[in-house]
């Protein structure tokens, strides 16, 4: 692999975008868009491996990190703190760390993706452990903040994986658990909040989901320990006790609100009769 040319930052297939119209562009992008649900599908026994790591780890009380800089970095985080609403998990099970800290989270941090020791540094403030698993996210596959990060974690015995965009590249070189999905040229030329970033999205969807399923997090196909923060989620949640135990709405409502939880419900419904 070219490491000054990885990729990620291939020229465009297209060019002279700006004199398209708004509908060749939308048509231009969305066919670009096509390709990378195939893409992911040829990482699936990466991805496999990958979880079943994963789930046996925090099953004997470890964690699972993201590390990550700039778009990369956010899609770890806002997938790490999907978790505890969807799933009704602590917050501290899955954790998602973005170069430059939380003010990266809006705004672009200077230089922070190039030192290679801040993850390190970063994740010694939450204990990191032998029993936890790292998994670095770049769609490059050579920001130096991750692949500093999944090294050190090696040298530690930690288990790593990673979720790239690019074949060949440090970051998955420096991983046990590489997940490679090529995306190709990005539509605008390197812009890799594009493809590549909705290819680590479905890939961290399929990763988290699996985990929290594999965790006894979903009864059937519904989130049963989902928190209940806002009118829509009771209301989920109400419904899903109506149609497991064939209630009414009413009954069902006040069964949630006394337990805290769908799962609570459908565990003590015998006991409330």
Known sequence: MNKKNPDTEKVSNYDHLEKMNTLELLSNINKEDQSIAGNVKKQITYIEKLV???????????????????TSGRLGVLDA?????????????VI????????????????????????WKDLQE?????NDVVIGIAASGTTPYVIGGIKDCRKQGIVTGCITCSSGSPLAE???????????????????????????????????TSVMIKLGRVKGNK????????VKLVGRGTRMIMEELGIEEEEAGK???KHGSVRNVLKNYKQDE
């Open 174 to 208: 420096a991983s046990e658990y590489p997940i490679e999905v090529v995306t190709g040229p990005e539509f605008v030329t390197g812009s890799t909040r594009m493809k590549a970033g909705t290819a680590q999205k479905m890939v961290l969807n399929m990763i988290s």
């Open 223 to 230: 989130m049963v320990d989902m928190q209940l923060s806002n």
């Open 52 to 70: 079943d790591i994963i789930v046996p780890k925090i099953k004997k009380g470890g964690r699972l990190f993201y590390i990550g800089a700039g």
């Open 255 to 257: 069964l949630l609100m």
């Open 126 to 130: 939450h204990d990191i452990s032998e």
């Open 81 to 93: 703190s999907e978790c505890p609403p969807t799933f009704g998990v602590s917050p501290g099970i």
């Open 96 to 119: 998602g760390l973005i170069a430059g800290g939380d003010t990266a989270l809006r705004n672009a941090v200077e230089n922070a993706e190039d030192d290679t020791n801040q993850a």
